[in-house]
């Protein structure tokens, strides 16, 4: 009988290993003035010299754990942290007068020969999209993550703001793109 509940479990972790993984549900083509926020909290950047908000997510199903937002800073440089949760990260960056998103994707040209990308929204303010390793062979694991980039304008200043570099699974990016979206139709509106 252990051997029989052995086998089903090997059986069951081999087929797990090789399977190609279920998609969670495509993100949502809605427009940017049609989002939710009412899982969202506003997290005032004007403190961190940065002349906005923020709508971070406020309900621990949404990042996987207890909502405890936090900025991390140096004085004088271009670079944000923003924390929502152990499990949600995002970095705002300084462009000045740059296209930020467009200097991003610039970027990721560069890593073409290590990276495959796979483009799931290019909008004006949002970019997301799946980043596979390249397999060496065809018995190699995919090694992926997804990530959220977006760019929003203030006092014209242009800020990038995306996921951590590693990624994240594809439900915490959908979570992610709320936000950023968010911002990016707010401070165009403002920009107008």
Excluded at 6 to 30: H, M, N, R, T
Excluded at 75 to 88: C, L, N, P, V
């Amino acid at each position: 009988m252990k051997k029989i509940i052995y086998s089903l479990l090997l059986a069951g972790l081999v087929w797990s290993c090789d399977s190609e993984p279920k998609e969670s549900p495509a993100i949502p083509q809605e427009t940017v003035q049609e989002l939710d926020l009412s899982l969202y909290a506003p997290l005032d950047l004007t403190p961190y010299q940065i002349p906005t908000t923020l709508y971070l997510p406020n309900d621990e199903q949404l990042v996987g754990g207890a909502v405890e937002p936090q900025v991390i800073h140096q004085e004088d440089d271009f670079t944000w942290t923003i924390k929502a949760s152990r499990a949600f990260e995002m970095v705002i960056e300084d462009y000045g007068e740059r296209d930020a998103l467009e200097l991003y994707k610039e970027n990721l040209e560069r890593y073409t020969d290590v990276h495959t990308y796979q483009i799931i929204e290019d909008s004006a303010n949002v970019l997301i999209y799946k980043q596979s390793l390249k397999k060496q062979n065809k018995q190699a694991l995919e090694h992926y993550s997804y990530h959220c980039v977006g760019m929003f304008t203030a006092d014209d200043i242009n800020y990038l703001i995306s996921s951590r570099k590693e990624g994240y699974e594809k439900p915490t990016i959908n979570v992610m793109r709320t936000s950023i979206a968010e911002i990016a139709r707010r401070n165009e509106e403002v920009s107008i």
